[in-house]
């Protein structure tokens, strides 16, 4: 069984900052490729950004130079770097670990941007 979470949503004024956590409970942390997903109320659920095995990393176009995402292999545990946050980043962010033959999903972190 795996277990994803995330943590580090809140509460930011447009231009601020934030750093998500998904921690993922497995002993092979290393064979999984990590994404962010956001959905918004009325809005389709969209990746963020997702970041392979390997390190390789993806964005969506409209993060690009704002967010980072990386990894920590050590802390099983995916950050994604949020900076020059605009209202629009409002959204349910939302884990996800893929291995091979499935994906597992967190509960999702809040994050709004507003002032």
């Known amino acids: 069984q795996v277990h994803v979470e995330e943590s580090g949503g809140g509460l930011v004024q447009p231009g601020g900052s934030l750093r998500l956590s998904c921690a993922v409970t497995?002993?092979?942390?290393?064979?999984?490729?990590i994404s962010w997903y956001r959905q918004a109320p009325g809005n389709p659920r969209e990746l963020v950004a997702s970041?392979?095995?390997?390190?390789?990393?993806n964005y969506t176009d409209s993060v690009k130079g704002r967010f980072t995402i990386s990894r920590d292999d050590a802390k099983k545990t995916v950050y994604l770097s949020m900076n020059s946050l605009k209202p629009e980043d409002t959204a349910l962010y939302y884990c996800?670990?893929?291995?091979?033959?499935?994906?597992?999903w967190g509960q999702g972190t809040q994050v709004t941007v507003s002032s």
């Open positions: 996800s670990a893929r291995n091979r033959l499935k994906d597992y």
């Open positions: 497995t002993s092979f942390f290393g064979l999984y490729s």
């Open positions: 970041i392979t095995s390997r390190m390789i990393t």
